[in-house]
């Protein structure tokens, strides 16, 4: 697996993240917490606008197919439909995603290791967030799905990630990761064993499924242009 | 319309900000939450429009007020 490849992956993710984060603006349970998923949402976009600036310098992608579709965890596939989910989203995922974002700003790409740096500097408050809400809701089933998919969006171990260690451009490979978000993030891994036969390398999960077709609108605009006056769109 | 408080035991924290080091420290707003951590985190997301080279907060209960508005100095 190519940089290109994990870099894109990363901003889809930050990209879904920081619309589901969005959509809870007005739903959140208090008017401090709405702000904040709104805050924390215009972050992780326009963290995802960086990283997908970064990647023409970082060469091509692995496979055409790479290109068109998102290399997202499932947990983003769909909107969430408690705040449960958003809190083990913020606590979990969002670390998991800044442990990369960290292993890249210390890595030897120098284009990485300028931008990605301020990044850091915002997930500090997502991490706030999520580790004070994860006090105050129950979200057990949620934390242990995201727990998981970081794991798998992490990688096998001795493969891609590990190899990009090798190469210096990553700072951390699959075990430091693991390691560092037991350290950072709520809650603790699954038990159970991730299953790697069914991993896909290029969307970094092993469910099969997608985005959904409203997420897919959302991203692509057109769910904006339906509120258009007519003749506009 | 009154607004539902979430969280069992909450403090309030009033957030103090500047644009420059050699303006004085002013109160920006308030913020409300059951520990330090969300504290930051809400005094940040909603008071980080301006370019404050510097912000804190201060948990309202840790001020000492010596007098107020209409009370003569004791």
Redesign the interface.
Known sequence: MSLYSLVKSLADNKQLLGMRYAEWCTAAPSLEADIAAAAMGLDDIGHSRVLYGSLRELGAPDTAADEGDYASVPYLDAPWTDWSQFVAANAVLDSAFSLMIEALANGNVEVLRSRLKKMLQEERYHAMHGHSWMREVHAGDAVARAWREALEWFGPEDQEVDELLRQGKLAYGVRDLQRLLTERAEGRPPDAAIDWSKWDPVRRRTAPGAIDQATRDMLQGLAEKRYMPAGSG | MG?V???ASVREYDVFARKARVEPLRQVGS?????D??A???A???Y?EERWVEMMIVPRDAVIRLWGPGESER
Do not use: G, I
């Not at chain 2, 913020?31 to 520990?35: E, T």
């Open positions: 607004y408080r979430v969280h913020v409300v939450a059951p520990d951590d969300l930051m985190a809400y940040r997301a909603t980080d």
